[in-house]
């Protein structure tokens, strides 16, 4: 697989409604030169939605490709991983190729955090910047919420297209009963809102890449959506 140049690369985004936004207030209200968002179906699977510049779409694709990095350990460790100076010993020590690719970008930090609803992964958000420097407690706090917005958005964008999806598409689990019955279920179970149940069972839909439907019959069969 070749990595191409960064203009190659990051015109291969698909760029969609809130998730652009939600990238361009990233870079607004945080001090970093650029934000990107991937959705992932496992470790091996990885679509960038959308990317604020070539350098930080590059660096996503590098990731995909050596097979290490802040954003593969995020989704996989469902939690933030930071790193505010990827010259620090210990950075090249853990993603040897990752860092030395990174530096020749000109990317001195990095910030990924894991895109989940409920206990469900379905992608990362992911922030550099061409100077080292770590996040003020403040900022890492507004970096949180932008990342939750960033998952509601992502679902937000996808269910639209899901509704105009084109003759041919598969647009099983609109309108069966099977999902409002999983929904109720998924809600009495956690004690969440109809709203975060409905959005729990589209997430693991979307990170499995499967129809909703099926989801919604296995929870009905008396599958579980989180690890106990």
Do not use: N
């Amino acid at each position: 697989m070749q990595l191409g140049t960064p203009d190659e690369v990051w015109a291969g985004g698909m760029p969609i409604g809130r998730t652009v936004e939600l990238c361009r207030r990233c870079v607004t209200l945080l001090p970093v030169d650029g934000a990107a968002v991937t959705v992932r179906g496992s470790l091996v699977t990885k679509e960038l939605l959308h990317a604020t510049d070539p350098v930080v779409a590059r660096l996503d694709d590098i990731q995909f490709v050596v097979g290490e990095g802040p954003c593969r350990d995020a989704y996989r460790l469902r939690i933030p991983v930071l790193q505010p100076d990827l010259t620090a010993p210990d950075v090249a020590r853990r993603w040897p190729l990752f860092t030395r690719e990174a530096l020749g970008l000109g990317v001195a930090a990095v910030f990924a955090f894991p895109l989940q609803i409920g206990a469900v992964p379905f992608g990362v958000l992911e922030l550099y910047r061409a100077t080292p420097g770590v996040l003020a407690p403040e900022e890492l706090a507004t970096a949180l919420l932008l990342a939750d917005a960033a998952a509601h958005s992502v679902m937000d964008d996808f269910t639209r297209s899901e509704l105009f999806a084109g003759p041919g598409e598969d647009e099983r689990g609109i309108g069966e009963i099977e999902v409002p019955r999983a929904t109720g279920m998924v809600a009495a179970r956690h004690g969440i809102s109809v709203h975060a149940a409905l959005a729990e069972l589209r997430a693991a839909a979307f990170a499995q890449d499967r129809p909703l439907i099926d989801i919604a019959r296995e929870v009905l069969a008396g599958a579980s959506l989180r690890e106990d």
